[in-house]
Each structure stands twice: as structure tokens, then as C-alpha cells.
């Protein structure tokens, strides 16, 4: 938590629960990793967290922009950036919305099958694409599925059509997996990413650009590498498979853009005991699964938490949000301890929260209002 | 599907995804549920779908509310339902929010802990207040956790408290499970709460109420028994264990009462292989797990589905949602098959889809809107 944010939630008391966004921290995190990877356009992933006032910051930075949707690409235009900073980075999307993406001057797109290439092809006619390959991503905390990507040998098929079809092949992405931990994995994946390249440039289909996704993590409960060594492990894996032959480089960084540059603030609810001599205690805070806290299915994503009590005797608790569905519990098998005087009406801070927090709050179940947002 | 939804959607071609709600089947849902359990009050769970024509048709039909939140109140207040015909049936609530409803006339709270009694002695003097107990639910699709009730034991502790601190200890409440398949277990759990009764009793702690909670099914992919032999078992059940001393019983449907009204019709925006050789396609809608179809989380509820195709030669599918999340997946390892034929901008209705969709939508992930309900 950083004194600003800390210093706005004394002063302020906002209603809870809300999310403080620190744009100085955003700021600082854009300016770092454009420090360590100087080659490289960062495109903002724009799901992670589009508040308007951080499209605007990273905006007047130079950052470009990764969207899911037209009305990302809506979000974006907002903020007065010009179309060719934006990557319309989603290869599902309905062909309607790739012709207004076009028409407004977005020439960068993702696709991973033929089917949307076909697409791209009808209404983007020249646009720049990149096709998405399945990569091994084990290590990450919220891994990826199958969801994404195709294999390499569609991939290197669909990018000779790409060329034929009127489309200009850009290259190649691929993704690790959000909250990756194992720096191995970039390399695993660019040593297979540059056969491709090799193998079609051979053909006449020539790549210039890779795009490396996002899964820089934000810290939550455990360490993680310094994002430093994560911008390491990317060069060196870049210079040792394409060697003196370097592509273009876009990267998409959400969580680690916004991650630790936000904290929710939230109340306690309710502290009871199922039976009287129960050894765990339920805590219930005024925010849950299905009003922002999304990440923590399965307990994926272990959120810090820090209350006014630190520092007195804990004991072990269920966490859960406030609604009536009983699949709103955030923490039940992982051990989470709280302080043994909580008590409803006390204040819990859960950090790092910037990022997959605001939006995938839902619009009202059980009647709770979404997570706000405070950029400060 | 009924006759009238059906033409809705051939004739106005709403924009998808959308839910279409048909009030009649609501209307015939309730008609049927109180025919069948004439002696029950009937608290529709608003949290299923609070759509105000939902709520106006069922405040005109006698319904009274089952309620999650302030914010629930407010709905149902603004169809103009006077509120002792509101019950807030949430363990879990700010004090203020008490104290609020308290203020607006409602008279009936939930409770299941000794910390939730007090706020309750505090700002809802002499209400009627009703205890939840934790009860064995095996059998549920949607199958609750030990987020809400409490032990037996300190169930009736907390009546007897409850007597003593001045509020009017009405009775308890129980629920086997959403979608509860097993008949046995309202006979079980029912046995339990009449033998707390009589015990209180021979204390001088005269309970009034049984509250059965919701768990009658809607019907999804599997056959479920019809609602007619729910209300059976409950009705043997109550005469088994309360015999001549029957209490009044308040039921909280919200599935059975407007899962089976409503279909979302969505749209196909993708059909993919990731592989040349893969014999399961990807099939991705314009609607997924964080705009509609959370209780998909688990591949927990199975819907059914309905194409123009139907007939024709299907093949197996992984069914999945529009956004970037990779956990936007709707069925994986459930087998799901659909016509070979299907290509994007193909409707596919989703069928029974009436609870639990449009408020568990995000606000808007990855950019998306959230589900729109229209109640015809």
C-alpha cells in the first residue's frame, strides 16, 4: 500500500468497498519496463483494468493498447489515442466488429484459426496479423487453457495463407500464462516461435514481429521474481534463438502494470463460529467472488490482506463475500489468519488488487452495487 | 422454449446475447407451487432474477420476497410491495442495512450467529427473526457450503437468546441445496428441525415457522422429478415429523419459479480446430461464464441448447465463452455435441436460463455488456 493511497483512505473514508488506484505506481511501472526492454511496444492490456484515467496516463507515456472488444476499442478511442496504437488482440470476435475496428483505422489483428482469418480477410483486407500458437505454460498461477492459439503447424499453414489472401503475415504470438513464475518457460516457448519464423521466412512468407503476451505477475501472497529478471530471461531468450536476426517485440502487460498500484478497501461484515467450538472462524467481508474478487475461483489468486488489528494474536478463518450464494467464499482452503478481536465494521485491505478486479464484478447479484473504482 | 418466446425471437431478431423471460410461465410456476403447497407462504428469492416485470407480476399474483441486500428491498419497494410481504433473509448484513429496513417496516430477518442477533437486538427490536441450521445436503447440483447456518446446538442457543434479548424468535430455516435432485434429504433435514422445535417448546421458547428454503429444481440436460413430487415429499415430510402440530411454513423458490421462463439466445462468433487432425471442434458464443453463464463455474448447471441445425450431424465441441480469459470456458469436460454444420453468426438459444444469469454478469470484462433481460 503505497502512503498515497493510504493517506486518501484515512482522509477520505470512500464508502466500501471501493478500489484506490495509485496512478503514480502505474506510471512507474510503465516507465521501468520500458526501461527494461527498450525494443519492446508495450501494448497495455486493457482488460486488466480500463479505468479511464489509466488509459490516459499510459496514453500520454507513448504506451499502446491491447483490446478484447469494441467496447475496449471504444474505452481506448476515449482517451484521444490514435487507432494505430491499438491491437485488437482477441482472436474471437464477431466480423461486424472487426469491420468497425477497421473503419475507425485499427490495423492489427489477432487470429488463431481459419475461420477468422477468413474474416480478416473480408473486412481488414491489408491489415497487419498475427496468429496466436498454443505454447506449454505450466508455472502460472492462473494458467491458460487450450482456449487460445493453435498449433505450430497450423500456425505456420494459416500465416502462408494469411500471404496469399491479401493480408500482410506480422508474426507471431503467444502467451505464458497470467501470474507466470518460471522464467523457463519464455524460452521454451520463443526456441519453437523462432523454428517458425526460420522455417517460413525459407518459404518467402516474411515475419517481423513477436509478441510475447503479458504473465509478468503482480506479488500477491508469495514472492515472486523481481520483474527485473523476468525482462532478463525475455532478452536472453530472444538473443539466443533469433541471434543477430531480432524481430519486433510487443508485449501486453496488465497485471504487472496495474496489479500493485490498487487497493480494495472492504469491511467486515460478520466474524461468527458455525458451532461453539468451532477452531475457525468465518469472516465475511462487504466484498466477495462475485463483486470483483473473480480471481480468487478455485483460490488461484491469494491476495495480501492487511487489517487496523496487525500485529495481535490471529487465528485461522474462512474468508467469503456477503451474498447468498454459497459458492461466495474466497479462501477456505488455503490458511488465511486474521486478527482474534475482528469484528464486523472493521476495515481489511486486500493489496495489490489494480488488475481483474472492477470489471469482473457483476452488475448487481443479490443486489450489491459493482466494485467502484478512485484513481488518485 | 415456449410458443411465445419463440415468436419474440423470429420476429424482432433482438440483438444478442439476450434473455427472453415469458411472465406467463412465471405466472403458471407460481399458480402451480401454491396450488401444490396451498399452507405455504411463498417468498420468491429475488436474487434469482430481480427483472421488475418479474417482480410487478408476482407482487399482483400475492407473492411475498425473499431478499439478499438493501439493494433487493429497494426493487421489490419500488413495485410498490408493502414490506411485510418482505422478508431480508440474508445472514449476512450490515448493520445499517438493518437498521434501514427496520426503518422501511421490514419486520422478518434471518440470522446464524450469536455477533448477527446482537445487531438484530440492536436496530430491529421485537422482529421476527428465523435461525439458519446447517443440514447434510448431498444431492444438489449447485450444492451449498457450510457458508450459512449454524450447528443445531448453538442454533437453538441462539433462539433462546434471541427470546431473552427481546426479538420474537419465529423459527428456522433450512436449505438442502439448489437444485436438489434428492427427495430424501427435505425428510431428513426436516427431522432435525422438529425435533429442535419441541425441544425448545418444553422450554418455553414457542417456534412458529419452518422455512424450507428454495432447492426445487429446474430442469437443465438431466431429467429432474417433476415439482409435483418435490411438493409431495415436502408435504409427508411436514406431517411426519410436525403431526398435529403443524407450523407455518415459508418456501423461497427462485429456480423453480423463473429458470424454465427464460431462454438466452446468443450467437456463434467462432467455430475452430486447433490442430488439422483435432476431432473436437471449439465452438465460442457470444456469451460465457462472466457475462451470464457463471453457474457454468465447474461445468456445475448443464444447459441445454438449441440450434437452427438440430437434426443434422453433430460432433463433439468444447463450448466456450468470447473473452481473452482462458477460464471462459462453459464445457470442457462435459460432453456437448452440435451440429457439424454450425458456423459463426449461428444462433444457439440456451434454454431454461431464467435464474441466476443476467445479475451475475460482469459489469463489463473484457469490455463486454452485460446481459440484457426482456420480459415479454
Redesign the interface.
Known sequence: MTERIFRYLREQQPETPCLVVDLDVVENNFRRMRELLPAAHIFYA??AN?AAQILSRLSNLGSKFD?????????VQATGVSMDRVSF???????KDIAWAYQQGVRLFAF?????LQ?LVRVAPGARVFCRV?VDCGGAE??????????P??AK?LLRKAKDWGLDPYGISFHVGSQQTDLEQWDKALAQVSQMFFALAEEGVDLRMVNLGGGFPARYRAEVNPIEAYCEAVTRALVRHFGNRMPEVIIEPGRSMVGDAGVIQS?V????????NDRKR?V?L?IGK?SGL?ET?GESIKYRLRTGRDGTRVGPVVL?G????????LY?KTEYKLPLSL???DKVEILATGAYT?????????????LKAICI
Open positions: 486493457v482488460k480500463p483490446t478484447a472488444s469494441r467496447g475496449e476499442i471504444e474505452l488482440g482477441n482472436t474471437i470476435k464477431k466480423e488463431d484459426s481459419e475461420a477468422e474474416k498454443l492462473w494458467p491458460l487453457s487450450k482456449k487460445f492459439g493453435c498449433a503447424e497450423m499453414d469491511e461484515v460478520l466474524v461468527s463460529r458455525k458451532a461453539a468465518w465475511y462487504d462475485f473473480a475461483m467469503a456477503p451474498t447468498c450464494d454459497s459458492a461466495d467464499i477456505e469484528k464486523p465494521g472492477t470489471t469482473y464484478s457483476s452488475v448487481a447479484f443479490n443486489g450489491f452495487a459493482p
